[in-house]
């Protein structure tokens, strides 16, 4: 335990230092909330729009849909607030060599990479999307699933790790090619495939975003689990695919430390 207790430490330090940076510039702050609540606010309009043309997309009624999206933006915003402000610089650091800071420190450079800054920002969006994720329940025709509400944290955690394994690899690529900052862009686009019902991909496409980069894992179960119950072929796919991404993760950024040349040389 004590290694744990160890990092724990190191973590809160970074959060209390973050939070004291942040409140520095509190316009930049108010910005950012008021930037991710409107694009929030216009997927729920969006969706209000569609379902006065249709009763239902994919098998999902209104307010199932609802909560599918409002899950995604949860998952998505819990990881921002922790991880993937973190992972976005790596390139940089990589690229000037600021690299050698973390890797002289005794503790694991991935951790201190992954974890140095937390989004102040992120707390308000995640305390509305939860809010609005209640409110969805409450507007659900039929009863939720009493285990689904006791899994729903383990999965959306679950969520949140296979979006920082995915992120992870995409970023270590600038260990092999220096200038990897385009690849923030095409991953922001292709993670809004999370928010999409299941139901609607066949074929290829399905095995491929269920699989291989498993997004429609990432809020589909944990809103299914909800729903429907649990499941234990989607739970153990779950797991078992966020253990594994985990774990490749992992390993490309080792490999990639390995190939690091630092700033001197």
């Known amino acids: 335990m ?40 216009l997927q729920l309009s969006f969706i209000q729009f569609l379902y006065l043309q249709v009763d239902s997309i994919a098998g999902w009624d209104k307010w199932e849909m609802i909560l599918l999206v409002t899950t995604n933006m949860l998952v998505q915003q819990i990881f921002q607030m922790f991880l993937m402000t973190n992972l976005t610089k790596l390139p940089e650091l990589i690229r000037t060599g600021k690299l050698d800071f973390f890797l002289a420190q005794p503790a694991s450079a991935q951790f201190l990479v992954s974890t140095r800054f937390f989004e102040l920002g992120s707390v308000i969006n995640t305390i509305v999307a939860a809010v609005v994720v209640i409110i969805a329940i409450a507007h659900l025709q039929t009863p939720i699933s009493g285990v689904g509400l006791v899994v729903f944290p383990c999965l959306v955690i679950f969520g949140v790790l296979i979006h920082y394994a995915l992120l992870l690899m995409l970023m270590s690529l600038a260990f092999w090619m220096t200038r990897a900052q385009g690849f923030i862009n095409a991953y922001y686009s292709v993670f809004q495939i999370a928010r999409l019902p299941r139901e609607a991909f066949h074929g290829p496409a399905l095995l491929f975003f269920t699989w291989a980069v498993p997004l429609l894992l990432i809020a589909n179960v944990p809103a299914r689990t909800l729903l429907h119950g649990l499941d234990g072929r989607d739970l153990a796919g779950m797991a078992g695919a966020t253990a594994i991404l985990v774990a490749l993760s992992t390993a490309v950024f080792q490999a990639g430390l390995r190939r690091y040349g630092s700033a001197s040389s």
């Open 2 to 41: 004590a290694p744990l207790v160890r990092y724990a430490r190191i973590w809160l330090a970074q959060i209390r230092y973050t939070i004291m940076r942040e409140l520095m510039f509190k316009l930049n702050f108010i910005l950012w909330v008021i930037v991710d609540l409107s694009w929030f606010g």
